[in-house]
């Protein structure tokens, strides 16, 4: 079974908004949701935003003060509010997460399959 599924994503105009979800399969004791990561078409995958357990949060420069990111523990679920959206937006956006219960280095991190972020002008 997929241990994350993201959602949310869509085709918006310059200056809209769009919420995403990443839901893990578990609880966070077993699946701790780290953040979002995006790529674009040729690009390297870059980090958009993370979030401890504690609640702190990071955001990368290009996207601070119009992203937000937060997290329900009892869902299990973390979420990107992103408002004032820019076309260079335009992405795949995936959430990653550390799998707690992991024997095996490769299966510490676990990626969801990512949701299409388009932004028009």
């Known amino acids: 079974q997929e241990q994350l599924v993201e959602s949310g994503g869509g085709l918006v105009q310059a200056g809209g908004s769009l919420r995403l979800s990443c839901a893990a399969s578990?609880?966070?004791?077993?699946?701790?949701?780290l953040g979002w990561y995006r790529q674009a078409p040729g690009n390297q995958r870059e980090l958009v935003a993370t979030i401890a357990t504690g609640g702190a949060t990071t955001y990368a420069d290009s996207v601070k003060g119009r992203f937000t990111i937060s997290r329900d523990k009892d869902k299990n679920a973390v979420y990107l509010q992103m408002n004032s959206l820019k076309v260079e937006d335009t992405a795949v956006y995936y959430c990653k997460a550390r799998n707690r219960r992991a024997i095996r280095i490769r299966d510490l991190e676990v990626w969801g399959q990512g949701t299409q972020v388009t932004v028009s002008s």
């Open positions: 578990g609880s966070i004791f077993d699946i701790n949701i």
